[in-house]
C-alpha cells in the first residue's frame, strides 16, 4: 500500500516520560509535516521538513523535537510528557511536483496520564 | 492574518435533508481551499479543492471571492456522510505550503 504510516496508533505513558512517533510515507514526496489534533478537535500544524531539512516550526515547546533521518521519515520525540500533550498527532506528506496536495497519516493518539 | 472560520461545531440533519457545511476564509493572496473529511477514528482525507471543481461523494464547494466562503454542499445526506469535515486554506509561507485548517464541523446524519 502506498501511504502514509505512523507508529504506534496508540499510546497512553506517564508524565515525565520521554515519547517517540515515527512516520514513514512510500510516495515519493518531499515535505513532510507533524499536525496536532487537540480534544476539542482542532488541528494545528506543528512542524514541516522538506528533504529533511526544518521549513516551518509553529509555536512548540521545544520539548517536541522532530527528526528526519531523510526524505521519507518524519519522527516526532517528545520530552517531559504533560497532561496537555494528550492529543492525535497526525504525520502527513506532499509533493510540491504533485500540486502539494498533503496526504494524512492514521493518527497516533497520545494519552498522558 | 490568513484564518479559517467554521462557525458551525455540530450540524445534524435527517438523511435524504440537504446539507451544506458553512466555511469562510480570510487571506490577502489569492486562496486555494480544501475540504477534509475525518471518518471516526481515521485519518483525515482530501474530500475536494476549489480549483479542480469536482463533485465527490455527491459534495461540491463553490469559492465565493465575494463572501469569502467556500461552503460544502450536499442536496440529499446519507448516513455514511457522518464525519468531521475541516475546511482547510494553503498559506505559502518562504516557499512552502501549509495547510491552515477550520476548527472543524461534526454532521450527523440520522436515519
Known amino acids: 500500500d502506498t501511504a502514509v504510516s505512523q507508529t504506534p496508533k496508540y499510546l497512553v505513558t506517564q508524565m515525565g516520560n520521554d515519547k517517540s512517533i515515527k512516520c514513514e510515507q512510500n510516495?515519493?514526496?518531499?515535505?513532510m509535516y507533524w499536525y496536532k489534533q487537540d480534544s476539542k478537535k482542532f488541528l494545528k500544524i506543528m512542524f514541516s521538513?522538506?528533504?529533511?531539512?526544518?521549513?516551518i516550526n509553529e509555536t512548540v515547546p521545544n520539548r517536541f523535537s522532530p527528526k528526519s533521518p531523510d526524505k521519507a521519515h518524519l519522527n516526532l520525540h517528545i520530552n517531559s510528557l504533560e497532561l496537555g500533550d494528550s492529543a492525535v498527532y497526525f504525520c502527513?506528506?506532499?509533493?510540491?511536483?504533485?500540486?502539494?496536495?498533503?496526504?494524512f497519516g492514521e493518527g497516533s493518539w497520545l494519552t498522558v496520564v | 492574518a490568513q484564518r479559517v472560520t467554521q462557525p458551525e461545531k455540530l450540524l445534524s440533519v435527517f438523511k435524504g435533508a440537504p446539507v451544506e457545511l458553512k466555511c469562510n476564509y480570510s487571506?490577502?493572496?489569492?486562496?486555494?481551499l480544501f475540504w477534509y473529511v475525518q471518518y471516526s477514528r481515521q485519518r483525515l482525507q482530501l474530500l475536494l479543492r476549489?480549483?479542480s471543481r469536482e463533485s465527490i461523494k455527491g459534495f461540491t464547494a463553490d469559492l465565493n471571492k465575494g463572501e469569502t466562503s467556500f461552503h460544502l454542499k450536499k442536496p440529499f445526506a446519507q448516513e455514511e456522510d457522518s464525519a468531521m469535515y475541516y475546511c482547510?486554506?494553503?498559506?505559502?509561507?518562504?516557499?512552502?505550503?501549509?495547510?491552515?485548517f477550520g476548527a472543524g464541523t461534526r454532521l450527523a446524519v440520522h436515519p
Open positions: 476549489h480549483i
Open positions: 502527513a506528506s506532499s509533493s510540491s511536483s504533485t500540486g502539494n496536495t498533503i496526504y
Open positions: 487571506y490577502s493572496g489569492s486562496p486555494e
Open positions: 521538513y522538506n528533504n529533511k531539512e526544518l521549513i
Open positions: 482547510a486554506l494553503r498559506k505559502i509561507s518562504g516557499g512552502y505550503n501549509k495547510l491552515i
Open positions: 510516495l515519493g514526496h518531499d515535505t
